[in-house]
């Protein structure tokens, strides 16, 4: 049984691109929530897909975006980068119960 | 407004005593609450978990207390291994289902000292 896989580890973007992490969910899961954690903060909930539909949002602008696909992989995208985006992005997959597995992360870093 | 709390940054212990992490939250329609660590560079990894029906889990050397009149809960590790320094997140759900967010304290690193 596979965990959840993110791509890439870490990323270096210029303030105003675009970006896009992906993540692989533990085999049999379908629903894959995103979070980003700030320094010295906990994970904050962006959004979750259920079966490919985006299943609850938390306080993020429209810049962050993403899509689940058939496989339950997914992607998120943030587009016109800040600075403040600068953070570890944890995907977390689950099936039926609250008890989510995530990944190593991704750590953006806009300059 | 931070409706999990963790208000303990840090924590540090002997090896061979007990951790204790504490938790509190504002949201009555939390209720289901899990423990997450985390080591440097990895994704959080589950712990516990407890559900509001109960008022304490065990497993291991781990488990959980919840007081919902409280609206508290701790994590006790008995006997502390130098093995469990990492930081430990409270997080809490108001379902079960895996459908819902998690909304996550700012978290406490635990330091176990040999």
């Known amino acids: 049984e596979t965990g959840v896989t993110q791509s890439p580890t870490h990323l270096i973007k210029t303030r105003g691109q675009q970006v896009t992490l992906r993540c692989s969910s533990q085999?049999?899961?379908?629903?894959v929530s995103w979070y980003q954690q700030a320094l010295g903060q906990g994970p904050q909930f962006i959004f979750q897909?259920?079966?490919?539909?985006?299943?609850g949002r938390g306080n993020f602008p429209p810049r962050f975006s993403g899509l689940q696909f058939p496989n339950y992989s997914s992607e998120l995208n943030v587009n016109a980068l800040e600075l403040d985006d600068s953070a570890l992005y944890l995907c977390?997959?689950?099936?039926?119960?609250?008890?989510?597995?995530f990944g190593q992360g991704t750590r953006l870093t806009v300059v | 407004d931070q409706q999990v709390k963790q208000n303990s940054p840090s924590l540090s212990v002997q090896e061979g005593r007990i951790s204790i992490l504490n938790c509190d939250y504002t949201n009555s329609m939390f209720d289901y609450f899990l423990w997450y660590k985390k080591y440097p560079a990895e994704g959080p990894t589950f712990l516990i978990s407890i559900s509001s029906i109960k008022d304490k889990n065990e497993d291991g050397r781990f488990t959980v207390f919840l007081n919902k009149s409280a609206k508290h809960l701790s994590l006790h590790i008995v006997p502390s291994q130098p093995g469990d320094s990492a930081v430990y997140f409270c997080?809490?759900?108001?379902?079960?289902?895996?459908?819902?967010?998690?909304?996550f304290g700012s978290g406490t690193r635990l330091q176990v000292q040999p």
């Open positions: 085999s049999g899961h379908n629903t």
């Open positions: 977390a997959s689950s099936t039926g119960t609250a008890k989510a597995f």
């Open positions: 897909y259920y079966r490919e539909e985006e299943n």
């Open positions: 997080a809490a759900s108001d379902s079960d289902t895996g459908r819902r967010a998690l909304t």
